[in-house]
T-cell receptor, first 115, second 115 residues
Framework: AQKITQTQPGMFVQEKEAVTLDCTYD???????LFWYKQPSSGEMIFLIY??????QNATEGRYSLNFQKARKSANLVISASQLGDSAMYFC????????????FGPGTRLSVLP | DTAVSQTPKYLVTQMGNDKSIKCEQN?????MYWYKQDSKKFLKIMFS???????INETVPNRFSPKSPDKAHLNLHINSLELGDSAVYFC??????????????FGSGTRLTVV
């Protein structure tokens, strides 16, 4: 069975600084995908970034980068130059299974960006 | 154009009532999901349908019954609503394929409040 762990229930960061949100995962499938989603107070789930288990390079999307350490089974999200609008819940998720149909979320980390 | 649309966005109802939440996706995805997000923000999969066939049915009360008339729609019907059913319900869709890169797209959520 797949499992995602996010050990930081809440994080604070000063505006314009970088912050790392931790995520570790567990799966026996050799092929899997790792995702990060942002959920602002408005409630919608916003896709941020994806990393495939066979990808050689760490994924980047604008100010978001994923620090993928396969041997350690970690997929930390790095947000550079934090903005006030980054304050939200952040969920790490994993897709696994033969067709990627098993999609599980971690418990989330609430990020608060301070002015 | 909304990729995954859920209706209604808010639903307030009394205990014991029967209600439905509708979900439609226009992405051409072949797999659709229902997730429940509890008050602690934890997201848990409830059901997954691939081309109108049930492929994941997690342990949920049988008062919850998904209905998929076609692969673009996955509705959630709930009988005899209980206070503990109060949560945000998210519909999502993905393209079931050999890679998970195709991603998962979420609806905006339905906040169900049972009084």
């Amino acid at each position: 069975a797949q499992k995602i762990t996010q050990t930081q229930p809440g994080m604070f960061v000063q505006e314009k600084e970088a912050v790392t949100l931790d995520c570790t995962y567990d799966t026996s499938d050799p092929s899997y995908g790792l995702f990060w989603y942002k959920q602002p107070s408005s409630g919608e789930m916003i896709f941020l970034i994806y990393q495939g288990s066979y990808d050689q390079q760490n994924a980047t999307e604008g100010r978001y980068s994923l620090n993928f350490q396969k041997a350690r089974k970690s997929a930390n999200l790095v947000i550079s130059a934090s903005q006030l609008g980054d304050s939200a819940m952040y969920f790490c998720a994993m897709s696994a299974g033969s067709y990627g149909q098993n999609f599980v979320f971690g418990p989330g980390t609430r990020l608060s960006v301070l002015p | 154009d909304t990729a995954v649309s859920q209706t209604p966005k808010y639903l307030v109802t009394q205990m014991g009532n029967d209600k439905s939440i509708k979900c439609e996706q226009n992405l051409g995805h072949d797999t659709m999901y229902w997730y429940k997000q509890d008050s602690k923000k934890f997201l848990k999969i409830m059901f997954s349908y691939n081309n109108k066939e049930l492929i994941i049915n997690e342990t949920v009360p049988n008062r919850f019954s998904p209905k998929s008339p076609d692969k673009a729609h996955l509705n959630l019907h709930i009988n005899s609503l209980e206070l503990g059913d109060s949560a945000v319900y998210f519909c999502a869709s993905s393209q079931l394929s050999g890679t998970a890169q195709d991603g998962y797209t979420f609806g905006s959520g339905t906040r169900l409040t049972v009084v």
